[in-house]
């Protein structure tokens, strides 16, 4: 039972330092890693307690209920939204009021209101609801399966995402939709039919939660336009699997979002067989001037503006006294998307005349503006609004949600005391995301090529596809030839806070791959070599972030460790106020079991020996083979020249080493540490209540100990077979805060690793093995361990920066205490 707790101890420890790891270091993962995790560290605590009331049936049977309450406040985190039931599979868009926008998805919800109360000329249509989402995977049993996945996702690699995207999209392009759903489907279609005619096609684009919200999830999600009776089926599985794809994983991840915080509603509109279509912004989103408004058009279907590919025209209008034209910009509207044979599209060059003619007249923009006031004035805040006309000049409105403008901090965050002096390489286009920022070009010639961006690179593009979104992480900017303020990456660039220079002409091909430059996006200027910025300001909606909340929620009853004094009054299951807690109340009270170090029996049972040492330790070491000369048996306490260990007279060596001053202290703020730290970061000499603990033979050591709040376990054989032999170390925990934590673990890696060890470390958890090595040399590495955790007790109270660790590594290591390393 022993050997269990502590083997599911280290596995504790290992998930606490992982789930730290990503909070602190803002690893973006799906909240399904960390829901995993915490099973596992549940089931490893339960585990824990398991054991401990085995090797003492009667002293700690409350502490299982200490560790239930915890664990239901944890649990109640990841416990799923209720759900309306029972709930329509399909509502038209006529039907849908207040209280439908989770069954709806905010697209087709806001959709309806401005249909429901402004009267505004809507599309006919209806939403397949979120409910038939959830009706849809539970069917097929589909949830199981994706949250598995999202468990082992990693967004920051394209190969990870395209895997787990490949594999969703076919499980729900061959899963069947249920009867139900699929004839409620139909019959809603039907009803658009008998209104429309029979060959009525119909637009199917997503609703999903949160979708067109503060989070506008801009061309991530999938639309299939044209769409007849025979092929609705098939696209609303293509639309829901669109869910899965790897720009809308990294989309939802980046922003904190869960799979279920996003259900996919469907919207199902009739088609207009439009001659121009486009966006409108009522207010400036690079200033959130509300002074102006601008209307951006193109021929046919809007998908190209929106979707990057074709710059549009423009319109700015003033919006006192009343709306009125004020500027007017033309594009080169080269291609059209229009409505293409049998329910498909089609892409089209467009003649030469129509290319540089206006796509919008005057009296049509005027009608699309006040139309965009009453709807600006209905939310209460500016909107992102895209339309379209018929041919016979109606404007109907397809889609409204909040205009995403930089804010006013983002803006006075610019540093405008940079003066840049390097030579102009280029001037011009349209800023879609104010900022400033350095790196080397990288042109991309098609999309094949996104996987081979770097980190710190410009992105030089033709367009601004939205797909673009799932290399985010590794661009400092993006220059496109083409594309529009409006379009959907422009959206998600403002979103992020990534500079975005849009519509710069055919100029920027003359731009040379690998070039380091400076871009000012929001002067619209490209200067030649890199430029000493600072760090981008940090978005203000991250501590907004649902996935860092419900994180660092979790970890208020995970990490912190409040039974530092197991001699304390409070140091019994009812003072455990985290799991944390609960672990070291459970290794403590396992140790003293299993060494007898209390009198509770009057004797020690077990054998355990408490040596004396020059050390200021309390160590109680327990003799399994040969570990002890025969005259020591029989004595409660020992020396260590009765140990008949090597590997412990080589640790101990090491902790010898005259470079080493047990008595010297750190240099940082006492008043902020208690006795432990004031004690040089070690516990009085004969405080049994910091105990060390030594499981010995004559060839091998297993050293579980303590240095104040940092703990290090050190197990080890060392025989004449060097096949055999091995050290294994973990170094774990402190008193510092994550940041020292975690500066101390880079100082003990990079010393270890200089010494051969192979080293993995998460947060502040260090592994550590060196295997297969002669007996002396294990002996001598053994020794250099010892003078290791002599000399990084309380190095994380006073461990501040890179520097520092650089300073520590050379003082300590090379010249104080001659720590080269041996082959």
Not at 460 to 484: F, H, K, N, W
């Given at each position: 039972m022993f050997k269990k707790l502590l083997e599911h101890d280290r596995r504790c420890h290992e998930l606490i330092a992982e789930l730290e790891d990503i909070y602190y270091n803002e690893k973006k993962v799906d909240i399904k890693r960390i829901e995993k995790r915490y099973a596992e560290l549940s089931t490893a605590v339960a585990t824990i307690i398991t054991c401990l009331t085995h090797m003492s049936p009667v002293a700690y049977n409350n502490l299982r209920d200490y560790f239930q309450k915890i664990d239901a406040y944890i649990h109640y985190i990841f416990t799923p939204p209720t759900r309306q039931t029972p709930a329509p599979f399909t509502i038209p868009l006529s039907a849908i009021d207040i209280d439908d926008r989770q069954m709806a998805g905010d697209k087709a919800f806001n959709l309806a209101m401005l249909l429901n109360n402004l009267d505004l000329k809507v599309p006919s249509g209806f939403v397949i609801s979120t409910a038939a989402f959830h009706a849809f995977l539970e069917h097929n049993n589909l949830q199981m399966v994706i949250d598995e996945r999202l468990a082992r996702l990693d967004i920051t690699k394209a190969e990870s995402l395209q895997r787990f995207s490949d594999e969703i999209s076919a499980l729900v392009g061959n899963a069947e939709i249920p009867p139900a759903i699929a004839e409620t489907i139909i019959a809603s279609f039907a009803a658009l039919q008998k209104k429309h005619g029979a060959a009525v096609q119909v637009a199917m684009r997503s609703s999903a939660g949160l979708e067109d919200s503060e989070t506008s999830f801009a061309g991530q999600y999938k639309s299939e336009l044209h769409v007849d009776r025979d092929s609705l089926l098939a696209a609303y599985k293509r639309v829901v699997a669109s869910k899965y794809s790897p720009r809308a994983l990294y989309y939802r991840i980046n922003n904190g979002l869960s799979d279920l915080d996003t259900p996919m509603a469907v919207l199902v509109i009739v088609m207009v067989d439009a001659v121009a279509s486009g966006v409108i912004y009522t207010a400036d989103p690079a200033t959130a001037s509300t002074q102006t408004m601008a209307i951006h058009s193109l021929w046919g279907l809007g998908e190209l503006l929106v979707g990057g590919e074709v710059s549009p025209d423009t319109v700015f209008l003033a919006r006192e006294p009343s709306p009125h034209i004020i500027e007017r910009r033309l594009a080169d509207k080269f291609k059209e998307m229009t409505a293409g044979p049998k329910g498909s599209v089609q892409i089209n060059d467009v003649d030469e005349q129509r290319r540089r003619t206006a796509s919008l007249a005057d009296r049509d923009a005027l009608e699309l503006a006040s139309i965009a006031l009453e709807i600006e004035a209905f939310y209460g805040e500016p909107q992102d609004i895209e339309w379209c006309q018929d041919h016979g000049k109606s404007p109907y409105i397809l889609q409204a949600r909040p205009l995403r403008c930089e804010t006013k901090q983002a803006r006075q965050d610019l540093p405008a005391e940079i003066k840049i002096s390097a030579p102009l390489l280029f001037e011009g286009g349209e800023c879609a995301s104010s900022g400033l920022a350095s790196g080397r070009l990288f042109l991309?010639?098609?999309?094949?090529?996104?996987?081979?961006?770097?980190?710190?690179?410009?992105?030089?593009?033709?367009?601004?596809?939205?797909?673009?979104?799932?290399?985010?992480?590794?661009?400092?900017?993006?220059?496109?030839?083409?594309?529009?303020?409006?379009?959907?990456?422009?959206?998600?660039?403002?979103?992020?806070?990534l500079p975005a220079l849009v519509n710069a002409g055919p100029a920027v091909r003359q731009l040379q791959h690998g070039t380091e430059v400076t871009i000012c996006a929001h002067k619209r200027t490209i200067y030649q070599g890199l430029t000493p910025l600072p760090p981008r300001p940090a978005l203000a909606r991250k501590d907004k972030n649902p996935f860092r909340r419900k994180l660092k929620y979790i970890l208020g009853f995970v990490s912190p460790l409040t039974l530092i004094d197991t001699g304390a009054p409070n140091f019994s299951p009812e003072g455990c106020r985290s799991l944390h807690d609960i672990i070291r109340f459970s290794h403590e009270k396992g140790m003293q079991e299993m060494f007898a170090t209390g009198d509770r029996w009057g004797t020690r049972p077990h054998g355990a020996k408490k040596m004396i040492s020059a050390i200021p330790m309390t160590v109680y070491v327990l003799d399994v083979g040969k570990g002890l000369v025969d005259a020591a048996r029989n004595r409660e306490e020992i020396s260590l020249s009765e140990i008949h260990c090597l590997a412990m007279h080589a640790v101990w060596a090491g902790l010898c080493h005259p470079g080493i001053d047990w008595g010297q202290q750190c240099h940082f703020d006492w008043k902020s540490f208690d006795n432990v730290a004031l004690a040089g970061g070690i516990a009085s000499k004969n405080a049994d209540a910091f105990a060390s603990y030594a499981i010995i033979s004559h060839d091998y050591l297993n050293l579980n100990m303590r240095f104040g709040y940092h703990f290090t376990v050190l197990d080890t054989l060392c025989g004449p077979d060097a096949n055999n032999n091995y050290i294994i170390l973990r170094f774990a925990g402190g008193g510092g805060d994550f940041k020292g934590r975690t500066l101390r673990v880079e100082f003990v890696t990079r010393a270890l690793v200089r010494l051969g060890f192979s080293v993995e470390s998460r947060g502040d958890l260090n592994d550590a093995r060196l295997s297969h090595q002669e007996h002396d040399l294990i002996r001598d590495k053994l020794n250099m361990v010892g003078r290791l955790l002599g000399v990084t007790r309380l190095l994380d109270m006073t461990l501040k920066n890179e520097e520092m660790v650089e300073g520590y590594l050379a003082d300590f290591f090379v010249e104080k205490y001659d720590f080269a390393p041996q082959n």
């Open positions: 991309l010639e098609n999309d094949q090529q996104l996987n081979d961006v770097p980190a710190g690179s410009i992105l030089v593009t033709q367009c601004t596809l939205p797909i673009y979104v799932r290399v985010m992480d590794r661009l400092e900017a993006i220059i496109s030839e083409r594309g529009s303020v409006a379009g959907h990456f422009s959206s998600v660039a403002r979103e992020f806070g």
